[in-house]
């Protein structure tokens, strides 16, 4: 059961070796998070990921989770919620992919979109259903400020992020007043393994201040997080630029 300040004791990560997911699991073990589940594809990163929060006294157990498998999501997380409750579930799965030979590459494309919104439909339902099911807990979804407007640069990932932060928002609110909190997270650019050598304009931040930023938002029982908070207003001005300033912009 979550505490008095809305923090889990079990946390369940889909997408278990994601940077900013371990760096929150850390955070948390750090308050009072004991059980952790770390779902992904099976790799010795994901076991490295399983004995790193071991190391810091957590329970945790690695499950076989591939988001492109829609047909297999009820199994796998209903093997996991049948083990006991989970108090918190993070959803942190996703591929940038590659703007430029996606574009050449429609089947490659398509990867991106499944693996970031219809994966993530089908998993975020599973999950749902099985906190609805429990009757408390909350379901933290990594979208990002790049759903917020069409860029360029990126606008096969931003597409399918808009997708994901849409139906996220949906199902918070489908499921308001059911004991079960979507929390949906923003972050902009996260200087991370996977955006190493890749050029951002400011602000840029790092996985332990998304992970401070969901500490935060659960305490709070936040719907929206962005991170960081200053985010909220920068992409408020942006998103209300005409299209022809907007495309100018060295974004
Ligand atoms: N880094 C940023 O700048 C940034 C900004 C905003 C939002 N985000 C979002 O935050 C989330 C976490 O990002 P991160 O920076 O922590 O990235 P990361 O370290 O690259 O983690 C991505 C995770 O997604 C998993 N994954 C990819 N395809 C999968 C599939 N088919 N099935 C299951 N798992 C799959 C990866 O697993 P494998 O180990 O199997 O590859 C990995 O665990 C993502 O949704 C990302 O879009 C990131």
Sequence with gaps: ????????????????????????ARRLIARRTRTVWLAGRPSAALDRAAEDLRGIGADVRTVPFDALDPDAHEEVLGKVFADGDIDMVLLAFGVLGDQASDERDPLSAVRVAQTNYTGAVSAGL???????????????????????????????????KAGLDTFAQGLGDALYGTGVHVMVVRPGFVRTRGTAGLEAAPPV?????????IELGLRRRSETVWVPGTLRLLMSALRHLPRAVFRRLPL
């Design 1 to 24: 059961m979550k505490d008095a300040f809305g923090l889990p004791q079990s946390l369940l990560v889909l997408g278990g070796t994601s940077e900013i997911a371990l760096a929150t």
């Design 126 to 160: 599973v999950a749902a259903g099985a906190l609805q099911a429990q009757g408390h807990g909350s379901l933290v979804v990594l979208s990002s400020a790049a759903g917020e407007r069409a860029r360029r640069a990126d606008f096969i990932y931003g597409s399918s």
């Design 205 to 213: 931040t790092t996985p332990e201040a998304v992970a401070t930023a």
